[in-house]
């Protein structure tokens, strides 16, 4: 449902009904291994999104910070699905000093018409799927990389296209860090956990992808289970890097990333581009600090691989009942 703006008898708000439907759509976000990390309330004039510690992958993400961007990237979300309803919107992070858990409060503004590139970014929604699978070799033309650095400065976060020499340094620095994680006690178990036959979430077998046995681009080893062999798969020699970072490395500037990487994830998706969020080489922290930019101030927060592929199968959602919080 889009409520449309400008006539008298137009509503000043959302009723609750729509939130919910924002709310839905906010849920098709990305996360850390198809974690969804994310509750939600409705309030009579906006929508408090909350992080769900319990379902912090602390192999990979000990500290938090994947919890964080993946929550800020379904703030995103529920801001644009609002957004896409008539109506403007107020966001705050972090409102309350005594709930560490309530991590955005999105409150409904004044009306406005949506414009087309709102609407373009809204439809990419239900489209958007992480794709592991190989790309074609066609570039990605400039205009376009102009308009995903363009995405990620709205959000306030930074969008590296990476040269040749750093996007080689990038895919080895991600197989290094994949070796590293795999060294930890626990982080294969956790990952095989994380890839799981049909449910609401955890990573189902066919968007995991083929394994690139060249090595060419920066793919996580899900560590397979036995009865399911990687499939192997001809990916592209010179795969398309970015890198989004942040002026500051707190919980509030993962939050900004998480909205503006799916900022870009919708432009991409708008743009028929696949889109790869590959967060290993930011997991392991000497490997991170070789992708920060001290000079410029920022910090690395994800590698994004994009390019043009087949499409990519959705991963599950969980139901709304187990993310709507009661009001």
Excluded at 77 to 96: K, Q
Excluded at 107 to 125: C, N, Q, Y
Excluded at 166 to 184: E, G, M, P
Excluded at 260 to 281: D, E, G, H
Aim: hydrophobic share 40%; charged share 25%; aromatic share 6%.
């Amino acid at each position: 449902m889009t409520v449309r703006t400008g006539g008298a008898d137009a509503p000043r708000t959302l009723p609750p009904a729509v939130l919910t439907g924002c709310v839905r759509s906010a849920t098709a976000a990305p996360s850390l291994h198809n974690s969804q990390p994310w509750l939600f309330r409705v309030t009579g004039d906006g929508v408090d999104v909350y992080a769900d510690p319990r379902r912090r992958l602390e192999g990979l993400d000990p500290a938090g910070r994947e919890l964080f961007i993946s929550v800020g990237a379904a703030v995103f979300t529920l801001r644009l699905a609002i957004r896409r309803e008539g109506f403007l919107t107020r966001c705050a992070l972090f409102p309350d000093p005594d709930d560490a858990d309530l991590v955005a409060r999105v409150t409904v503004g004044r009306p406005a018409v949506p414009s087309p590139a709102v609407e373009a970014l809204a439809d990419a929604i239900a489209r958007r799927h992480s794709n592991r699978g190989p790309f074609t070799e066609d570039p990605v033309p400039a205009t376009t990389l102009e308009l995903l650095r363009d995405a990620a400065h709205r959000e306030g976060a930074v969008l590296t296209v990476a040269d040749a020499a750093t996007r080689d340094a990038i895919v080895a620095l991600s197989h290094a860090a994949d070796r590293s994680l795999r060294a930890r006690g626990g982080y294969r178990a956790e990952k095989s956990r994380s890839v799981r036959h049909p449910r609401r979430d955890g990573m189902p077998f066919s968007p995991v992808g083929p394994w690139d046995a060249l090595e060419a681009v920066p793919t996580r080893d899900f560590g397979l289970l036995p009865e399911q062999p990687p499939e192997t798969g001809a990916f592209e020699p010179y795969p398309t890097i970015l890198v989004l970072s942040t002026p500051g490395d707190d919980r509030a500037h993962w939050v900004i990333a998480g909205q503006a990487l799916q900022r870009v994830l919708l432009a991409a998706t708008w743009q028929n581009l696949a889109t790869t969020p590959a967060s290993q080489p930011v997991e392991v922290p000497a490997v991170r600090r070789r992708l920060t930019d001290g000079a410029r101030g920022l910090w690395a927060q994800m590698v994004i691989r994009i390019g043009y592929g087949r499409p990519a199968a959705a991963t599950a959602r969980r139901d709304l009942s187990e993310v709507l919080l009661p009001d």
